[in-house]
């Protein structure tokens, strides 16, 4: 067996969502592939979580740069970018591969003046929609739009996304390209076999509806509007229980708002869960409220689990959600429209369980760590390949 294909990923910080669950998995999946990969990897904020546990679990020991981080500290950004192209010119990667805004802005110039052969950035959202004031936004898409000139590709988790950026002027039609997230989800599919353990905890009797929602609590993801559509559902269902799996920054104004709407005894704050396969098994519904999204984990795991969905239709979602089919989808800050929806899909329990079982038909094995490491290895030897720059990984290469 030759030498290994050595990969630098990039990603800003190890902070439960998504893209952490991607860098991990792919850190992991890809040895057995012929890669050496090194994950680096900055500092989670205060009311993030980490999924440092989870990086062991799979035995992977990523390199921390403290200065990576998520906000914009100019002379801390100097200090990583030095850092990275320093680290760069010692491992002599054949690809780096960058996830998160900043540690793909920092990372990728890094690369580029590193001479690094093959330069890829996955974008898991994108933040032109929802965070920042029109000059901030303008600001950060003349630099999106700089950087996609020096990346190899650029990759999209869905194809809305991809389109987006396309409207947007980053990168090209040939630059551009979808690599759906691959997350472990065989242990969803049996998820039914832990049903009744979260109600047991809550005390909540079988005929209890519980609805959930599994997001950061943080602005972009609108748990706010959720709750305003839980009181108003609670008009007509007065029995219903809500679950907040999560945590984040907005937790104690959202504790405050869930009280001053008259949700005490029926909002349940559960914060950052190890374990969610028992949660979705009791839940008979998943919400998301969110304002912008690439392609969310919390829906992937919900209906692998079987769960239909009722979604904010923004971003990836629509990609992942087809209407009336998986789930049903309403626009952003509409807490009536989130609670009708809710409402219509509670009073019809035989739509709900096909809505399950035809979600679960869309997500696996689509979204399937496997399929994401297929996927990615045969993009990795393609760019290598049409490079010149493949060394053999004692396999034969797939163009």
């Not at 669950?21 to 890809?30: C, M, P, V």
């Not at 990609?319 to 626009?331: F, I, Q, R, S, Y």
Request: charged letters at 25%.
């Amino acid at each position: 067996m030759g030498n290994p294909i050595r990969v630098c990923r990039i990603i800003g910080r190890l902070n439960i969502g998504g893209p952490a669950i991607h860098a991990i998995l792919l850190t992991r999946g890809l040895r057995a592939r012929g890669y050496e990969t090194l994950l680096v990897a900055g500092r989670e904020g205060a009311h993030e979580g980490t999924l440092r546990d989870l990086a062991a679990e799979k035995g992977v020991e990523p390199l921390f740069l403290p200065e990576l981080g998520r906000e914009v500290r100019p002379g801390g950004d100097l200090v990583a970018l030095f850092k990275l192209l320093r680290l760069f010119r010692q491992h002599q990667p054949e690809i780096v591969h960058t996830h998160t805004a900043k540690a793909g802005a920092l990372g990728r110039v890094a690369a580029k003046l590193a001479g690094i052969p093959i330069i890829i950035h996955t974008f898991h959202g994108h933040i032109f929609r929802g965070y920042f004031s029109r000059g901030a936004t303008r600001f950060f898409l003349a630099i999106e739009r700089g950087l996609a000139s020096i990346t190899t590709k650029v990759l999209t988790v869905s194809e809305g996304q991809r389109l987006d950026l396309l409207r947007l002027r980053i990168g090209s039609p040939e630059t551009v390209g979808v690599m759906p997230l691959g997350l472990e989800l065989d242990g969803l599919l049996r998820s039914h076999l832990q049903r009744g353990e979260v109600r047991r905890r809550l005390g909540a009797s079988h005929e209890v509806p519980l609805v959930g929602i599994v997001a950061r609590l943080v602005p972009i993801k609108d748990v706010g509007t959720f709750l305003e559509a839980a009181s108003d559902l609670r008009r007509s269902r007065p029995n219903v229980r809500f679950l907040i799996v999560g945590d984040g920054e907005l937790r104690p104004l959202l504790e405050q708002q869930a009280r001053a709407l008259g949700l005490d005894g029926s909002a349940h704050f559960l914060g950052w869960q190890r374990d969610l396969e028992p949660i979705y098994a009791d839940l008979d519904l998943l919400v998301l409220s969110s304002l912008n999204e690439g392609t969310p984990v919390s829906l992937i795991e919900g209906m692998a689990a079987g769960l239909p969905v009722v979604a904010t239709e923004v971003g990836g979602v629509p990609d992942l959600v087809e209407n009336g089919k998986t789930g049903l989808l309403v626009p952003p800050k509409g807490p009536r429209a989130l609670s009708a929806a809710m409402e219509t899909l509670l009073g019809d329990a035989d739509r709900r369980r096909e809505m399950g079982r035809l979600g679960r038909e869309a997500v696996y094995p689509k979204y399937s760590d496997a399929a994401l490491m297929d996927r990615m290895d045969r993009l990795y030897s393609s760019l290598l390949h049409a490079r010149g720059a493949c060394r053999s990984a004692g396999q034969e290469i797939r163009g």
